[in-house]
Nanobody, 122 residues
Framework: QVQLVESGGGSVQSGGSLRLSCAASAYAGSSYCMGWFRQVPGKEREGVAYITTYGTTNYADSVKGRFTISRDNAQNTLYLQMNALKAEDTAMYYC????????????????WGQGTQVTVSS
């Protein structure tokens, strides 16, 4: 059974930092492609970053230089370090896993967590 459980969200002032974690079941945690997405009510979901098993990463332009995605394959855990947070980063953040050999924020991901809320006040 695939399970993804996010944690680490919260409220922070602009310029602050948060670290999100995603605990994955063994199958999900061993998947080639894991990513973070975010969504604001009334808007489309946005891809934030992905990472492959080999450590290849890709970021949305809006978070480059501020966010860092990482994964601990032994612990089946995905992370998102968010620094220099802005009010526009406020959203529900979701961890997701994509099966198969291709990794892209534009491709459909197969399994999703329930999300963790991040609120940045200016």
């Amino acid at each position: 059974q695939v399970q993804l459980v996010e944690s680490g969200g919260g409220s922070v002032q602009s310029g602050g930092s948060l670290r999100l974690s995603c605990a994955a079941s063994a199958y999900a945690g061993s998947s080639y492609c894991m990513g973070w997405f975010r969504q604001v009510p009334g808007k489309e979901r946005e891809g934030v970053a992905y990472i492959t098993t080999y450590g290849t990463t890709n970021y949305a332009d809006s978070v480059k230089g501020r966010f860092t995605i990482s994964r601990d394959n032994a612990q089946n855990t995905l992370y998102l370090q968010m620094n220099a947070l802005k009010a526009e980063d406020t959203a529900m953040y979701y961890c997701a896993v994509k099966t198969g050999s291709q990794c892209s924020l534009a491709a459909p991901f197969d399994y999703w967590g329930q999300g963790t809320q991040v609120t940045v006040s200016s």
